[in-house]
């Protein structure tokens, strides 16, 4: 478990606005369904499946990963996430919103 985190939580995004430290304390907040998700092997293949599909490149698939832990853990905030698709791979808003619904319906509403 302590190395799937720290796979998660090595992300550059996070490494930029929180220390290890806070990145923990919110994990151990965190509800157990959403824990379980960010230590899932799945959540990066689902989103890799998911960019092929959308015909979206491994390298900005794996931003969009970024993208999903940051709102899972909570250093971003859902509203965001759109906006945040947009800037990170560099897609038009309608991309970003086909992508966004896409992770909601595979990722966050089981949740």
Known sequence: MEKLLRE??????FNM??????LKEKFKKLPPDIQR???????GLIIQLMGQDLKIPP???LDVEYA???VLVGTSHPKDFIRDIQERIAVSPDK????????????????
């Open 68 to 70: 999903v832990v940051s």
């Open 59 to 61: 390298e900005q698939a």
């Open 37 to 43: 998700e960010l230590l899932s092997e799945d959540l």
């Open 96 to 111: 970003a919103r086909v992508i966004a619904e896409e992770v909601n319906e595979a990722i966050f509403q089981p949740l």
């Open 8 to 13: 998660k939580f090595n992300i550059g995004i």
């Open 17 to 22: 606005d929180y220390a290890k430290e806070q």
